[in-house]
């Protein structure tokens, strides 16, 4: 078992590489590795050496996941996945997904030569922001037979395709499928910044993940009468925008008053939109997201009566569409208690929570049991140069990602699972 100390010299070593991954980027003046870049092979080329001087086998799949595998102490030993994603949203911070990835590297380096069970293959997931083709989590997508035809067609910004930015990265888009899951996989483990305030405020550096959150995005569009600011009456208005406004309001209450909710107005739009005119049509979206599925539908369903009832009061019409529904993902309540157990060994007290952001471990989660770890977010910051780490708590994360895997490797229930993919 290494030391305090071993741990906090290689924390500072993971930090070190992120800042360095940090530094391949496609922008000059900050970070932006989106999917597929140029500045994605330097990335893969950095990580690679890191990998091979542990002794595992590095592999690119055809959707442009790195992996490096780290054999297990028998041949045909079982695998478990560890890791996170390597391309980043512009102007960002270090850590966001990095983090995950290289801390993998950092966990085996812990395990000095020992081998376990099970075989560790650390993954670079090659896309995960939606950044550069509008739709996220592609390069977990392909683990699980998600990229279709659909997706492979769209296109960037520049009209490339999803599968000709795979061709010019030399890789085939045709072998897609065998990026899939194999039967030999007993699990994923995913590290990952909290990228909010939660840790933070409770004094804890580490967070398990109990659930992803469902969400849904709806656009709410009211409809009145665009008439002149001037001459019409108060009591005679039919005024879009304020209505829009009582609703707004509505939400914010709902959700305050309703635990674990979160529900934003992040966007509206008044229309004839001049200073002197009663708006006729104002539209606002939704965004609601609870770790509950009941609970994240009924708040919607009293939203929807909320806005259908200030309509009418208001002699108004009100209509919405749905833009996304997606249902929250539990997170493998096994994998979740032995997180627990090994954040107490590391010397902390293990805060169960929700994440409110998507990961990739939500996309593994349909086909593998798997788990995650945050780790606290100095100010909450993310998604910006900003975003930092605190170097004990990424000690304390390696001694627990050390702690996990070594109790995983003496737990029947574990090594007995099958999977299902
Ligand atoms: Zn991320």
């Keep these: 078992m ?5 741990f906090t010299n290689l924390a500072e070593k993971v930090i070190a590489r992120c800042r360095k991954l940090a530094s391949l980027s496609e922008d000059a003046g900050g970070t932006r590795r989106t999917f597929l870049s140029a500045p994605m092979h330097d990335c893969h080329r950095e990580v690679s050496f890191w990998m091979k001087a542990l002794g595992a086998t ?11 595998f780290y054999p297990g102490a028998s041949p045909g030993a079982p695998r478990v996945l560890v890791g996170s994603h390597l391309d980043t949203v512009p102007n960002a911070g270090a850590f966001d997904g990095t983090l995950g990835v290289v801390l993998a590297v950092g ?29 996220p989590f592609i390069g977990s997508r392909a683990l699980v037979g998600r990229v279709d035809e659909e997706l492979l067609g769209r296109k960037d910004e520049l009209g490339i395709s999803v599968r000709k930015a795979i061709q010019d990265f030399a890789l085939n888009p045709n072998e897609i499928s065998k990026a899939a899951l194999c039967d ?25 993940v109990e659930a992803i959150v469902g969400q849904n995005r709806l656009e709410f569009t009211f409809s009145g009468q665009a008439n002149h600011a001037g001459t019409t009456p108060m009591n005679l208005r039919r005024d879009a925008l304020a209505a829009a ?34 708006a006729g049509e104002a539209r606002a979206t939704l965004d609601i997201r609870h770790a509950s599925d009941r609970a994240r539908t009924e708040a919607l369903d009293e939203l929807i009566r909320q806005a259908e009832s200030i309509a009418t009061r208001r002699a108004l ?55 995650m770890i945050f780790l606290r977010t100095p100010g909450g910051i993310s998604h910006d140069p900003a975003e930092s780490v ?32």
């Design 2 to 6: 290494p030391t305090t100390g071993d």
């Design 58 to 68: 590095v592999s690119l799949d055809a959707v442009g996941n790195l992996r490096g």
């Design 107 to 135: 966990l085996v380096e812990s395990l000095d030569g020992q081998k376990l069970p099970f075989g560790i293959e650390i993954f670079g997931f090659s896309e995960e922001e939606g950044v550069r083709f509008g739709v």
């Design 184 to 208: 030999d996989v007993l699990g994923y483990l995913e590290f990952h910044i909290e990228q909010g305030p939660v840790l933070e405020s409770l004094g804890r550096p580490l967070g398990v």
């Design 245 to 278: 406004a009582e609703w707004i309001v509505a939400v914010e209450n709902l959700a305050r008053r309703t635990p674990g909710i979160v529900a934003t107005v992040g966007f509206v739009e008044a229309k004839p939109g001049a200073m002197n005119v009663i």
């Design 317 to 371: 019409a009100v209509k919405w569409r749905t833009l996304l529904a997606q249902h929250a993902v539990a997170m493998d309540p096994f994998l979740t208690e032995q997180i627990g157990h090994a954040v107490q060994k590391a010397g902390c007290e293990p805060h169960r929570m929700a994440s409110g952001a998507g990961h990739d471990a939500m996309i593994l989660a349909e086909k593998i049991p798997a788990a």
């Design 390 to 421: 605190h170097l004990d708590d990424v000690a304390k994360a390696l001694e627990c990602g050390h702690h996990l895997l070594t109790q995983l490797a003496t737990s029947r229930e574990f090594l007995g699972r099958t999977c299902r993919a």
